[in-house]
């Protein structure tokens, strides 16, 4: 078993967080190699994959914040439904992709914040048909209901999609074990994992741990974290039932 910290967001990473993640695992009764891989060490292998995106003409610089894309999607929302990806987050309703170079490199030697998005649409055109291996089954890969997903921003150089699928790559990973939450973000993957000629492992997406009301524990929503449940009396065999894995 491989274990990684997925630490690219300093603002919320801590090391007490850290410490609870190893503790839990070691709860459960599970073990994992070492070293661990942190992400926040692997900086140049995530810009890499970007240039390779860029050098196809893959990627594009946004410039509007959370509170414009939001203001265009109500804007547009009020003219007809929008379309949102399989989170329930609105598509990036912007026009960034259609900004003129010298206006994009204005911008840029401004300062402005911004994020670099796929253009789902030029990289679709590259890519046929996938498909990814889910539980021994083959799963239809649907990138275009996500939009044009981030790959990068100002405070945080890999997302989420960028950096698993280079970091798989990078150790060997045959296999990933993850929570549903994530079945259909495998769509994204598969596409960056065939525009950058990596590897597809295979995968299996897990049941959750769910609230009383059918809802994924979060903290927003001040669950009960997993070691409050080991306080209460819950085991390690109760843990691995409850999301399938015993």
């Keep these: ?111 402005a914040p911004y994020a670099l998005r796929l253009d789902m649409a030029a990289a679709l055109q590259r890519i046929g048909p996938l498909t990814w291996l889910e539980g021994g089954s083959k799963k239809a890969a649907d990138p275009a209901a996500w939009g044009d997903v981030i790959l990068s921003r100002k405070d945080a150089l890999g997302s989420y999609h960028l950096a698993v699928v280079v970091d798989d790559a990078a150790q060997g990973v045959t296999d990933v074990v993850r929570g549903r939450d994530l079945f259909h973000a495998t769509s994204v993957h598969r596409l960056l994992q065939s525009l950058l000629d990596l590897p597809a492992p295979r995968y299996h997406h897990h049941r959750l741990i769910l609230d009383a009301e059918g809802h994924k524990l979060s903290k927003s929503t001040q669950a009960t974290a997993l070691r409050e449940r080991r306080a209460r009396g819950a085991t390690p065999s109760d843990i691995r039932k409850a999301v399938g894995l015993d």
């Design 1 to 111: 078993m491989l274990l990684r910290i997925e630490d690219i967001d300093a603002s919320r990473c801590r090391p007490e967080f850290e410490t609870a993640i190893y503790e839990d695992l070691a709860w459960l009764g599970l073990k994992w190699e070492q070293l661990v891989r942190r992400q926040s060490e692997h900086f140049d292998a995530y810009r890499a994959a970007l240039a390779r995106l860029d050098a196809m003409g893959l990627i594009y610089p946004s410039f509007e914040s959370r509170a414009e894309i939001a203001a265009l999607v109500a804007e547009r929302e009020s003219q007809e439904p929008w379309p949102r990806d399989p989170d329930g987050t609105p598509l990036y309703p912007g026009d960034a992709k259609a900004l003129p170079p010298a206006e994009r490199a204005r911008l840029i030697a401004s300062g």
